[in-house]
């Protein structure tokens, strides 16, 4: 009596047609998600913008002067006080950069439209914001607190 053994190895028929079947989908899917610069772009605009008010906030508490956040459909700034005198007040210095210390914090990003429903926050010595506001950035919103300058991504 002679035994035979079967030592195929190897992928049947049926499985490499759902390899390919998977393949195809994740690639009609998934794969122009991942070369869409718009959302890059977004993503990148909406934290530097949430870290510049963010920064805005803590400026104003460490020095001790007045910064304003200014947002317009170019980009966002941050300036603050010429100097810190109560009798006059004039936000029209830029803040220094937090990281390379040039004059001139701001940041913009092209396709990625940058909204707000006030256009201007102005944030106090003590941190607290002189309105509600909130910042669109693409499709994905910024809130900030006026009670305590809290800034927040609110993307519902």
Same mark, same amino acid.
């Given at each position: 009596?002679?035994?035979?053994?079967?030592?195929?190895?190897? =992928?049947?028929?049926?499985?490499?047609?759902?390899?390919?079947?998977?393949?195809?989908?994740?690639?009609?899917?998934?794969?122009?998600?991942?070369?869409?610069?718009?959302?890059?772009?977004?993503?990148?605009? =909406?934290?530097?913008?949430?870290?510049?008010?963010?920064?805005?906030?803590?400026?104003?508490?460490?020095?001790?002067?007045?910064?304003?956040?200014?947002?317009?459909?170019?980009?966002?700034?941050?300036?603050?006080?010429?100097?810190?005198?109560?009798?006059? =007040?004039?936000?029209?210095?830029?803040?220094?950069?937090?990281?390379?210390?040039?004059?001139?914090?701001?940041?913009?990003?092209? *396709?990625?439209?940058?909204?707000?429903?006030?256009?201007?926050?102005?944030? *106090?010595?003590?941190?607290?914001?002189?309105?509600? *506001?909130?910042?669109?950035?693409?499709?994905?919103?910024?809130?900030?607190?006026?009670?305590?300058? =809290?800034?927040?991504?609110?993307?519902?």
């Amino acid at each position: 009596m002679m035994i035979h053994k079967n030592n195929a190895s190897g =992928f049947t028929l049926v499985e490499l047609v759902m390899v390919i079947v998977l393949l195809g989908i994740v690639s009609a899917i998934a794969l122009p998600r991942f070369f869409e610069r718009s959302s890059f772009g977004e993503h990148a605009l =909406f934290n530097d913008t949430l870290n510049a008010v963010r920064y805005s906030q803590k400026l104003a508490v460490a020095s001790g002067c007045s910064t304003q956040i200014s947002i317009s459909s170019n980009g966002y700034a941050v300036l603050r006080e010429n100097t810190c005198d109560s009798n006059s =007040f004039s936000l029209t210095l830029p803040a220094r950069h937090p990281v390379t210390g040039e004059a001139g914090f701001t940041g913009s990003q092209d *396709n990625v439209l940058l909204t707000a429903t006030n256009p201007t926050t102005t944030f *106090n010595a003590l941190g607290t914001a002189d309105a509600d *506001n909130t910042i669109s950035v693409g499709s994905r919103q910024i809130s900030i607190v006026a009670d305590t300058g =809290f800034s927040y991504d609110s993307t519902p």
